[in-house]
């Protein structure tokens, strides 16, 4: 017995400092750091060394926040995990166009009352299948047909909440996370996550003397084709559309456990960088000297995720998209757990333990230095 328990020790030592060492290799904010690739050959069972290594070098509890002192509420991401745990037991299952929808609408708009916001701060922006059903592949006959509304009730109305902050400036940054979810999903990750990283975020910039103008825009209908994105940007005049200074859009923060973001400028009928999306860049690096945060990014998916981001993009508008992400190769990303059963934070919290908080303590800095940097 005490020779087995003594293997046990041994092979447990070995396995530390091999976790440690592919910790300390880790690519870091990079385009495709061939050092990454060798280390994730069975996805499944990497991904949960991953998640290990990766609590190893951003553990939240030894992080002491000394850069920012801008905000009354503590760690940053502690108020986005009970709006995402609220979310995951109260608001599950929303889908586009449906009583439940509008349900959680109208629990995103007393959310930001009770912040402290006005009533008269807050605009729910409502708008009828009929009106948008050209930008979608459905027709109200096929969502029957194929039941996407699951066993929601549906009333073919969705809605935008949107929250303005005045800033100095007659400039905007346009904030957006879609709350609606596919028919059969719990939705914790996609995208209970962007619109409690939103509400946070809106809880601090409450207290900042800001800049920019900022909206923030909680779409609607997100799932069956961008229709709460394409509405919001069809009621713009073309001189609101030209105060657009960048659209920041959050979408399923916590599908695998590398903290990623993608940006750009549309031009010429191409991604291309500009020197704000050269600035992100360079904070992300910063908040890896500064927090041992380690931030990817990943330009392809600029087209492979269509989420809200997009219709800005090709409107020539900067976008910066974030999201959680498992590696699937060299330098490619991909989603683990949305549209399926597995996005709800029973999942999430057993196959990468910590994670949810961990994300959404990174992505909350991250973006509270987005928004101040002028
Ligand atoms: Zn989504």
Not at 78 to 88: D, K, L, T
Not at 294 to 310: A, C, Q, R, V
Request: aromatic residues 16%.
């Amino acid at each position: 017995m005490k020779t087995v328990v003594s293997i046990v020790l041994v092979a447990c030592f070995f396995a530390l400092i091999t976790a440690c060492g592919q910790a300390e290799t880790q690519g870091i904010f990079v385009e495709n750091n061939p050092d990454e690739a060798d280390v994730q050959e069975e996805a499944d069972v990497q991904d949960e060394a991953d998640i290990q290594e990766d609590s190893a070098s951003n553990d939240v509890d030894e992080v002491i926040e000394n850069d920012l002192p801008l905000s009354p509420f503590g760690l940053h991401g502690y108020y986005a995990v009970n709006f995402i745990e609220h979310m995951n037991a109260y608001f599950y299952r929303r889908p586009p166009f449906t009583y439940r929808e509008l349900e959680t609408a109208l629990w995103i708009a007393d959310t930001l009352m009770e912040i402290g916001f006005d009533y008269d701060d807050i605009e729910i922006q409502s708008f009828h299948f009929d009106d948008v059903a050209d930008r979608s592949f459905w027709s109200k006959e096929l969502l029957l047909m194929f039941e996407l509304f699951g066993d929601r009730e549906p009333r073919y109305y969705s809605q935008n909440v949107v929250l303005t902050i005045p800033g100095r400036s007659e400039q905007r940054i346009v904030l957006g996370a879609h709350y609606d979810t596919v028919h059969d999903v719990v939705g914790a990750s996609d995208n209970a996550s962007g619109v409690a990283l939103l509400l946070e975020n809106a809880m601090r910039m409450r207290y900042v003397d800001n800049y920019y103008t900022l909206v923030y825009v909680f779409f609607g209908a997100e799932e069956i084709g961008l229709l709460g994105a394409y509405h919001y940007l069809d009621t713009l005049s073309q001189y609101e559309r030209e105060q657009i200074h960048f659209m920041f859009n959050a979408d399923a923060l916590f599908d695998g456990p590398y903290l990623v973001y993608l940006a750009g400028v549309y031009y010429d009928g191409r991604r291309t960088d500009s020197d704000l999306t050269l600035s992100w860049s360079a904070l992300a690096r910063e908040k890896y000297y500064s927090h041992g945060i380690e931030l990817f990014t990943y330009h392809p998916g600029m087209y492979k995720w269509n989420t809200d981001h997009i219709v800005f993009f090709i409107a020539e508008i900067p976008v910066l998209y974030v999201a959680g992400l498992v590696r699937e190769g060299d330098d490619s990303f991909g989603a683990r757990v949305m549209h399926s059963e597995r996005d709800c934070a029973d999942y999430i919290n057993y196959a990468w333990p910590g994670k949810i908080e961990q994300n959404m303590w990174a992505f909350s800095l991250f973006l509270e230095n987005v928004l101040i940097q002028k």
